[in-house]
């Protein structure tokens, strides 16, 4: 395999770089609480947990993390690695960072062009997986609510047993003084 680029030749490196920004949360539409109805009318209000960091409250609003092409930047090969049948360029005298072959050019636009490439797809996975997150909630939700049910269901159980209990007792009680 041999290279494409030599120690000394003039490159542009494509370059993308990772950023946050807030953003209403998607769920509860920064009301912080959501409200789910189930089958049989009954509503349940509950914290947002799309936008709580960890056990905290909920805040209304999420961090969206998105990479952007950033411009490209021009720099001298220093080192060329060939390992697993793949090349490898390092740049600058601290050989900082190795770049394969699809990240250099030597043609400024291409390097732009393939910066946004990346980024779109690095974005997009990451939307992928927001999504999966979402999708996560919802269902953690709807087993929240029929712990709930359950719940309600086995109090009011208990609530009868113990009425029939105390009703019982009562004529067992009363009995003797007819
Ligand atoms: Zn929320």
Redesign the pocket.
Known sequence: MTPKFQIGDWLWIAQVHYTQKEET??????????YIRSTNGDEWEMD?????PGYDP?????KVEYEYADKPLRKQVSGVQISQGEVRYTFGHHHSGTYTEDEVFEDKSDAADRAAEIAEKQTRDRQDGDERRKANDRKSYAWHVGYYQRQAKKARKDYDRALRKARYMGTKVRKPKE
């Not at 947002?48 to 709580?52: A, G, I, P, T």
Request: aromatic residues 10%; contains cysteine; glycine residues 10%.
């Open positions: 949360c998607p769920i509860c539409a920064g009301y912080k609480v959501v947002c947990r799309y936008c709580s909920p805040t209304g609003v999420v």
